[in-house]
Every structure is written in C-alpha cells, then in structure tokens.
C-alpha cells in the first residue's frame, strides 16, 4: 500500500462506491460519523487503535495453555465468541497449522482426527471482567484449520482448507472436511468429520438461522478457481450433532458468469442457480474439476469469509488476478445472498494501493460491526488494518497490527482473522495471525 493512501486512513476515513445501506435494517442503526478517528501508536509495538480504545492481550502462540495440555498453537486464525452466562465469554480459535508448523495443536484423547496432522481448534473462557480463567484444545489432529461459522445452536464450525489425502503430508487419513465443535464441552461432539458437506479447500461457513441452509466458500488461488456451495440439511436446525444426518451438497451457478471477477460494479445484481454436486467426497475429481453439465459453474479466485447478516449471507473474493488465470483483476469483492429473491449482488468492491477513494486490498474474515455494518480483517501487502464499513457505505480504519514479525520477503505485519464480537456488542476480539495473538479490544463502540 502506498505511503501516501496509508497517511489519509491514518487521518480518518475514506468513502468508497458501495451499497450496504439497504442490507442492514435488522443489524442496528446507521453511523452518524465515519468511524472512530485517526489511529494512535502503540506505546507496546502490538495494536494501535482510536482514541478511547484500549486492548487486552489475551493469549499468544508459545505460552502454556491453561489446561496443562501443552502450549498454545500458532498461526491464530478464524474464531466465534459465544455467551456463558452471566456475563461470562467463551471464545474458539481456530489454527491454520500445516505439516511445518512449529507449534501444533496438542494431541488430546477423544479429540483426535488424525495424530499426523497438527492443527485444530483451541477453546477459552473469559470471566465477566474479560480476564481468562481456562484455555484448552477443542478439536486435534486436523490440517489448515483456516476459518468457519458459527451454528444457531452455539457449536463451531471449523474448516479445513487442505485436499490432502492420507499419505500426504505425514497424514494418516483424508483431509479437507469440516468439523463441528462444541466450545462448552469438546468432548461432546469429538473430532469427526461432516463428509455430506464435502471435501475441499474450505474457508468459512454461515448458517441460515430460519431455514439451516449452510454456505460454504472454497479458497482456491489456482484455475480452476473455487465455488460457493450450500448444503441442504436432512436435519435442518436439528442442533449439536444433526449435520452428521447428511443431506444434499450444491454449487453456485450465475448464468452467463462462469468467473465473479468480470463484475466491477457494485450494486450489479444476478440471478443464483444451485446446482447438485456429481460428487461430494471428491474421491476421484475435485469438486471444482467435476463437470456440472452444459450450463457450467460459477467460479471465484480465493473465496474466503462468510457470515450470515440480517436476510442473506454476505461471502468475500480476496483478490482476482488475470496473470494468475483470472478474468479480471480487482483487490477485493463483499458479496450478497439474498435466497429469498435467489440473487447475489455485489456489495463492495476493494481497490489498489493507488485509488485512495476504495477500501484496502485482499479482504478476509468478516463479521457483523455494533452499528450494523461490516468489520473486514485483511490480508494483503504491507501493513495490515481490521477495516469498519458503516451501513452508509464508508469505510474507516479500526485497528492495525504494529508487530513486525521481521521475516525477510514477508509482509511487515501479519495478516488479521478471526475478528467477532461478544455478545453484548461492547467487545471486538481478534486475531494477529503471525505472531499469534488474541485480542480483546474495548471501548465507545455505536
């Protein structure tokens, strides 16, 4: 990002070519000023925030957990906040380890996919004052554990963006599942696998609250690009365990648009076709390879978070690039679900370094903000911003990662994921990626 476009987010917010107004009439009301003002440095070198915002470090990669378990993983990625009572939190965090992480998650009985593999999920409580009272592992021996969803019914769906097979990798068994999580009680659910919703290179999920429709994105940089799926549940809403009933694994078709990153124009608004998946298990094709009939699939270079909001399900393209197979470039795509009217619309659209009237570039994890709009982490070049976009389509910074994690070719700072909020809405909780860090950030959020 250039040094002059940098300064001007420093100062304050910028306006971008957006149309998230009318989206969000049940996820509060409308800001009245763009975001929270310019961003302070840290005295701590961690995370410079607005003035009035203050941030607890509440766990980083290499210390010991809690439980006694081990220490806690690296490569902090994709996280949900859920309600204990009383005021009491309880966070679950996923970690992306691939077969080289430094730092695996612990091997735990009962919680165990495949001991070869080193990622999964880790689990904390958080009293009513935010302090941590329990840090453990929640789900083991699972591979790239990047980001997921939430369920209506309070488990964690942790996604593995891998298509490994045994054997590959040190791998004793097939990656490239998701897993369901129960943050309050791990061993509850175990580590097994939900095949019906397929086998790739999952990023996030969301869940249809009023119909159990899960949406799926597939992160895939290389042609053929990935998909956008939803699985239809034999148990819709059947709560902790029901996705294992299986059900019926469909992809996105936008006819005449075989590749998202053609649309440039935000507020362009196409049909959504669905189309059943010849094979789900990928066991002899990928799914993205497979052939969908002569009406073709709608494909998407590196689809990534997912969140449902209000009436629809919102769903990030990170980036496009034509030099990579794409046929378009851009920095970025929020799109819309709306599987009422069967639409999809494009909400906003990221920009280069050199157009200081669009957000940042490669956005990633997203999720709700207090006021109704969006809280976007992203994951580009550079210095990396968790960005707020207002319901009025303006776009201002929250946070920025100060910690240089000093790698030679690598970005000054690492990437954000995971960003949530508590369920009062009066606590941001992220994650630095590298180093890994979690985050609690308080202060006057609308």
């Given at each position: 990002?250039?040094?002059?476009?940098?300064?001007?987010?420093?100062?304050?917010?910028?306006?971008?070519?957006?149309?998230?107004?009318?989206?969000?009439?049940?996820?509060?009301?409308?800001?009245?000023?763009?975001?929270?003002?310019?961003?302070?440095?840290?005295?701590?070198?961690?995370?410079?925030?607005?003035?009035?915002?203050?941030?607890?470090?509440?766990?980083?990669?290499?210390?010991?957990?809690?439980?006694?378990?081990?220490t806690v993983p690296s490569n902090c990625d994709g996280m949900a906040a859920f309600g204990a009572g009383g005021g009491r939190v309880r966070l679950v965090r996923n970690h992306e380890n691939?077969?080289?992480?430094?730092?695996?998650?612990?091997?735990?009985?009962?919680?165990?996919?495949?001991?070869?593999?080193?990622?999964?999920?880790?689990?904390?409580?958080?009293?009513?004052?935010?302090?941590v009272t329990a840090e453990r592992v929640a789900l083991a021996g699972t591979a790239v554990n990047c980001a997921g969803g939430r369920t209506p019914w309070n488990t964690w769906l942790s996604c593995e963006e891998t298509e490994d097979r045994a054997g590959a990798s040190g791998y004793a068994r097939d990656h490239g599942y998701v897993f369901e999580v129960d943050p309050a009680?791990?061993?509850?659910?175990?580590?097994?696998?939900?095949?019906?919703?397929?086998?790739?290179?999952?990023?996030?999920?969301?869940?249809?609250?009023?119909?159990?429709v899960v949406y799926e994105t597939e992160d895939a940089f290389v042609r053929p690009f990935g998909l956008f799926y939803r699985f239809l549940p034999a148990r819709p809403l059947g709560g902790p365990g029901s996705l294992r009933a299986g059900g019926t694994l469909e992809a996105l078709r936008v006819p005449g648009v075989p590749d998202l990153s053609v649309v440039d124009r935000p507020g362009a608004e196409f049909p959504a076709e669905w189309v059943p998946v010849p094979d789900p298990s990928a066991a002899g094709t990928p799914v993205r390879f497979q052939d969908f009939g002569p009406g073709g699939i709608t494909h998407a270079q590196k689809l990534e978070g997912c969140y449902w909001g209000?009436?629809?399900?919102?769903?990030?393209?990170?980036?496009?690039?034509?030099?990579?197979?794409?046929?378009?470039?851009?920095?970025?795509?929020?799109?819309?679900?709306?599987?009422?009217?069967?639409?999809?619309?494009?909400?906003?659209?990221?920009?280069?370094?050199?157009?200081?009237?669009?957000?940042?570039?490669?956005?990633?994890?997203?999720?709700?903000?207090?006021?109704?709009?969006?809280?976007?982490?992203?994951?580009?070049?550079?210095?990396?911003?968790?960005?707020?976009?207002?319901?009025?389509?303006?776009?201002?910074?929250?946070?920025?990662?100060?910690?240089?994690?000093?790698?030679?070719?690598?970005?000054?700072?690492?990437?954000?994921?995971?960003?949530?909020?508590?369920?009062?809405?009066?606590?941001?909780?992220?994650?630095?990626?590298?180093?890994?860090?979690t985050f609690a950030v308080t202060g006057p959020w609308r």
């Open positions: 990002m250039s040094v002059s476009r940098r300064s001007l987010l420093a100062a304050g917010a910028v306006a971008f070519t957006g149309t998230l107004g009318p989206l969000f009439a049940s996820g509060g009301a409308r800001a009245s000023a763009r975001g929270y003002g310019p961003l302070l440095p840290d005295p701590d070198g961690l995370l410079d925030l607005p003035a009035g915002f203050s941030y607890r470090v509440l766990s980083r990669a290499g210390d010991p957990l809690r439980s006694g378990e081990g691939r077969a080289s992480a430094t730092l695996r998650v612990p091997a735990v009985d009962g919680l165990t996919y495949d001991p070869g593999a080193l990622g999964g999920c880790t689990a904390l409580d958080l009293d009513p004052g935010g302090g009680d791990p061993h509850r659910l175990g580590a097994v696998p939900l095949t019906a919703l397929g086998r790739f290179a999952h990023e996030a999920v969301a869940v249809d609250p009023y119909r159990g209000g009436t629809g399900v919102y769903f990030v393209s990170s980036y496009a690039r034509g030099s990579e197979g794409a046929a378009a470039d851009h920095h970025g795509q929020v799109w819309f679900h709306d599987p009422v009217r069967a639409r999809i619309r494009l909400e906003v659209r990221f920009g280069p370094a050199s157009d200081i009237s669009l957000p940042g570039d490669s956005p990633d994890n997203i999720c709700l903000a207090p006021d109704g709009g969006l809280m976007v982490c992203e994951d580009g070049g550079g210095d990396q911003y968790v960005f707020g976009v207002t319901p009025g389509g303006e776009v201002y910074p929250v946070a920025r990662n100060a910690q240089d994690i000093g790698k030679p070719g690598a970005p000054a700072w690492g990437e954000f994921a995971g960003v949530t909020f508590s369920p009062d809405r009066r606590t941001m909780y992220v994650n630095a990626y590298t180093p890994g860090t």
